[in-house]
């Protein structure tokens, strides 16, 4: 016995991938990737989303954010200081480089740096012209109706 699977649901319900494809290989890197910093993604309504980075140990000033086609980059890497000597060293300050793909219409609208906390929000702003719209159904025959017009001019 032969078992397929529908994987349509997957691709309607997934915001940030367009093909199966890009959702097995974000896994398969993910799974193998070192997890620092932690992270949250939060939808916080229709079309706007949340990331939110711990990035503690780090300043706004060590830490970039770049937003490409459809990819988003965080990177964060502390100055070397010679400041001492560790006894005990807890808070992690190795440099890291997180990229998360983004759906199409999907654009960083603004990055804030809070209580040891990277928060960048995003907005998916379709275009107009992509937009579904509702089509009015003529009643009777709209080419017979110009026809008639024309013949009474």
Known sequence: MRTTFDFAPLWRSTIGFDHLAGLVDSALHQASEDNYPPYNIERSSED???????????????????AEQNA?????????????????RGIAARPFRRVFNLADYVQVKEA????????IYLL???????KP??????SGNPASAQIEQKKAA
């Open 72 to 88: 988003l980059t965080v990177e964060g890497r502390r100055p070397e200081k010679a400041a001492g000597e560790y006894l005990y």
């Open 48 to 66: 706007h989303y949340r990331i939110t980075l711990a990035v503690a140990g780090f300043g706004a000033d060590d830490i970039t954010v770049t």
């Open 133 to 138: 719209r509702r089509i009015q159904i003529a």
């Open 124 to 130: 998916r702003e379709v275009p107009e012209a992509m």
């Open 112 to 119: 804030s740096f809070r209580d040891g906390l990277l928060i």
